[in-house]
């Protein structure tokens, strides 16, 4: 397999495949209408768990900052010798997914997640980070992010891909302590997979993502993202 700056050459492929062409953006919002998006790493608690989630991580009024879970570690692999607009891209992509993080690990307080997405990306994020907020969840452990790479530009936009690796990460309640029973997609094989983003570049400078593609195992893509 043919590899570029680290990633697999199919990589692009699988970004630019379909939908994910931010030229076509437009059309494909409304080819997808009917399709879900389901964000990786949702938690799904059942009716009975999640009451007794709920009750037993609400914070009562005397709690503090340091009550609460401080997050996952977030290991970040940054390829060498990037342009600017690389490095200003790939910069977004990490940034928007730290911040969906703080949005969780804080209760859904810090809302800057939503600031540099909109539309398909916007519904997804926010979806995915109430999924733990809304049950009162939250992780910690640790979450690689590498094979960082541009792999299409189409102006005003590009797309960006990665691998993630959630099998260090841990599903916690709010106060930081472990769900006794864990979700299945922090267990290899489904804890990798291969994420990407369509950005659009504003007037103003800023990389706002318009929508987010995942490939799961046991697609190729996420084969390939395996260590």
Known sequence: MKKQHGVPARFALAALSGCALLASAAACGRADADRAFTP?????????????????????????????????????????GLSPKHKALLEAFVDDYRAQWRAITSHGRDLSYTEGVVDDAKRGAVKWVHS?????????????????????????????????NQSGLRVTDWRGKLLAKQPDWIKPPK????????????????????????????????????R
Request: hydrophobic share 40%.
């Open 40 to 80: 990786r790493g949702v938690v799904e608690v059942s009716p009975e768990a999640g009451a007794e989630t709920r009750e037993a991580a609400t914070p009562s009024a005397t709690v503090t900052g340091t009550d609460e879970a401080a997050g996952p570690e977030i290991q970040v692999e940054w390829p060498e």
């Open 132 to 164: 733990y907020v809304d049950e009162k969840l939250s992780a910690k452990g640790v979450i690689k992010l590498y094979s960082l790479r541009v792999v299409a530009e189409v102006e005003p936009g590009a797309q960006v891909a990665a691998c993630l």
């Open 191 to 226: 804890s990798t997979f291969l994420y990407s983003a369509s950005f659009r570049h504003e007037d103003d400078g800023r990389w706002i993502v318009v929508r987010y593609r995942f490939a799961d195992y046991p697609d190729e893509y996420a084969k390939e993202c395996a």
